[in-house]
């Protein structure tokens, strides 16, 4: 049943008073309630520009105590300068290059879709445990999910995890407020859902988002960095908005390290805004024309007859999948006394895609394939929300 307005106002206005809360972050307004999230005083920049930034700062008495920079990437370093206005040095220092042509970008900030116990039809509610198969013992397929740290008191089979690759989290109220965190168990449940869908998967998890949901630009680029060299699959369950709608400077350089000249697909989410008219980031790289654009498939959300109101979407969208109503395994936790749960987010849609592709992937048909493969037979289908292509 689609979430009444109050509840998804409700969710909203959450979202951004915990986002408010935290020190160094800040935001501009992209498009009607959506917002662009990043570091206060922190900028991206490629080497090509570097002298250019140091002038800058320079000239703006940005360079105060505490200034400092550091190398994220070959060619791309983070800039920390106390009491800049980073909107402003973005657009100073992007003046009179061709348009795409980047060489500095806030240090975005990323959230999970959901954010803050968040789905648009609210938390995480407390379901009757179901079963699943027990992993398969052959022809496994490398899956890392880039998310929160995984909770270990779970009911997912210990056999679907890597034994030398699961990051995990031991917190649940770091704010102490006397709730649960609002994306504890964020990673269990995205592994239910793959584990559900096929028995092929062996996930890692490597640990991006803190128990709110939150990770920076450069936190994300180190994640990315930290890749297992098998993983096939890769599950992005997060991502936000820029302010000009242009693509984060270093999660794009990220990405074309992981995957140029791999064979290696990212699954990305659409997020849960509402929003079908801005790009939401990782995912709306699935769009945005780089060389290894097809490499990443973006993932919106269907409630089983349409796309869900909450989902995000546009041109970058390349495919639909069930996100509305979920159910998978959470964590061991006394309001959800069997572990499982239900929840609705594109989160949750992204990881049905990544279990079709770990499905699909062998010794005979890579990641790249399979993907190619999976959009293939959607078209054929042709099963469409909301005018995209559909997978039920």
């Not at 509610?125 to 027990?134: E, F, G, I, R, Y």
């Not at 109503?325 to 309001?335: G, M």
């Not at 572990?339 to 949750?348: V, Y």
């Not at 289908?381 to 909301?386: D, K, L, S, V």
Request: net charge negative.
């Amino acid at each position: 049943m689609p979430p009444s307005s109050e509840r998804v106002n409700r969710y909203a206005a959450r979202r951004r008073a915990r986002l408010e809360r935290l020190p160094k972050l800040a935001h501009t307004a992209v498009g009607g309630s959506a917002r662009a999230w990043f570091v206060a005083d922190e900028l991206l920049v490629v080497d090509d520009n570097r002298r250019a930034a140091e002038r800058y700062l320079g000239r703006a008495r940005a360079a105060q105590p505490g200034s400092g920079d550091e190398e994220l990437l070959p060619g791309l370093r983070r800039y920390r300068a106390p009491g800049l206005d980073v909107p402003a040095a973005v657009r100073e220092l992007r003046s009179g290059r061709p348009s795409g042509n980047q060489v500095v970008s806030p240090n975005h900030v990323f959230l999970s879709s959901p954010f803050n116990h968040g789905g648009p039809f609210g938390p995480p509610a407390p379901v009757a445990a179901s079963t699943l198969k027990m992993p398969a013992e052959t022809d496994r397929v490398a899956v890392s999910i880039v998310d929160t740290g995984f909770w270990t008191e779970t009911p997912l089979p210990a056999g679907y995890l890597a034994a030398d690759g699961v990051e995990v989290e031991t917190e649940t109220d770091v704010d102490e407020d006397g709730l649960l965190d609002g994306d504890v168990g964020h990673a269990n449940f995205i592994g239910g859902v793959i584990a559900h869908h096929t028995d092929r998967a062996v996930l890692r998890v490597i640990r991006t988002l803190d128990t709110f949901g939150v990770c920076t630009e450069d936190e994300l680029i180190a994640s990315l960095g930290r890749l297992h060299p098998d993983t096939k699959v890769i599950n992005l369950s997060l991502g936000g908005f820029t302010a000009d709608g242009s693509a984060p400077l270093g999660v794009r350089a990220a990405l074309e390290q992981a995957l140029s000249g791999i064979d290696r697909v990212v699954v990305a989410a659409a997020g849960n805004d509402g929003n079908r008219s801005d790009p939401f980031w990782p995912a709306a790289f699935a769009g945005a024309g780089e060389s290894w654009s097809e490499q990443v498939l973006a993932v919106a959300a269907h409630d089983g007859s349409s796309l869900c109101s909450w989902s995000n979407a546009g041109p970058w969208v390349s495919v639909v999948a069930p996100g509305a109503d979920v159910r998978s395994t959470y964590i061991d936790h006394a309001l959800f006394p069997e572990g499982w749960a239900q929840w609705s987010g594109t989160s949750f849609a992204a990881p049905r895609v990544a279990a079709e592709l770990s499905a699909r992937i062998d010794s005979e048909v890579g990641a790249v394939a399979a993907a190619n493969q999976l959009m293939a037979d959607l078209r054929t289908a042709n099963q469409r929300f909301g005018g995209h292509l559909g997978l039920i």
